[in-house]
């Protein structure tokens, strides 16, 4: 019977690897958040647990990557947004820092300051080393004008790569020449050179997406 179980257990990891592919691997929907934790809809300074200890609950989202290191297992990312003063437009940590940390532990955490959390999606593998870069557009007390920023994972550190100027799509209707959903905006080319879609305004006012060139360092 054991043995049994294990052919069977043997079958069955034979057939995934041989589903499995050996790239980094991008979801369906990557830029997709799950529904945000009842933490993040509420607001988390009511979490001070006396005047005294400053002790707060963060809001955290959580977002499926898909497999960014290509070890056939998807990757998971828990945003840690910074703790506002809403009335101020300031950060508990005055940096407003958001923290990305992955799950499984092989993949390194990262943060970016000027950032209330944000969307973060794969941005799939740019330059072919194997492992996707990931996008993150971050989020701000006001305007619909943010970074698109790629990072790229080198020497086991995320490290930005790209930075464009876009709307963020939730504030732009989709109906508006101008918006243009942030998976789209990314356009591989070759090892050399990628292009970011970003929107511009020209010398009379007028916006624009135009894009934007990135060569790899070496
Ligand atoms: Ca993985
Ligand atoms: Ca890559």
């Given at each position: ?62 977002v ?12 998971t990312v ?22 990305f940390?992955f ?116």
């Amino acid at each position: 019977m054991l043995c049994l179980t294990v052919k069977l257990l043997n079958k069955i990891l034979l057939i995934s690897s041989v589903i499995g592919l050996i790239s980094c691997q991008e979801n369906a929907d990557t830029s997709q958040v799950i529904p945000k934790t009842t933490d993040a809809v509420i607001d988390s300074t009511r979490f001070m647990t006396s005047d005294e200890v400053e002790s707060y609950i963060y809001p955290i989202d959580t977002v499926v990557l898909g497999d960014i290191n290509s070890d056939k297992i998807s990757d998971t990312v828990f945003i840690n947004e910074p703790s506002i003063i809403e009335e101020e437009m300031t950060c508990r940590d005055d940096v407003c820092k958001t923290q990305f940390i992955f799950s499984g532990g092989k993949i390194p955490s990262f943060g970016r300051e000027q950032a209330l959390g944000g969307v973060i999606g794969n941005a799939g593998d740019l330059d072919d080393d194997g492992i996707c870069e990931i996008y993150f557009v971050p989020d701000w007390f006001t305007s619909s004008w943010t970074a698109f920023v790629i990072y790229r994972l080198s020497n086991n550190e995320w490290k930005e790569i790209a930075n464009a100027s876009v709307r963020r799509e939730d504030w732009v209707d989709e109906k508006d020449k101008l918006y243009l959903p942030y998976q789209k905006r990314i356009a591989k080319h070759n090892k050399e050179y990628f292009e970011l879609i970003e929107n511009v305004m020209d010398d009379e006012g007028n916006e624009h997406l135009f894009p934007k060139k990135f060569y790899f360092t070496k």
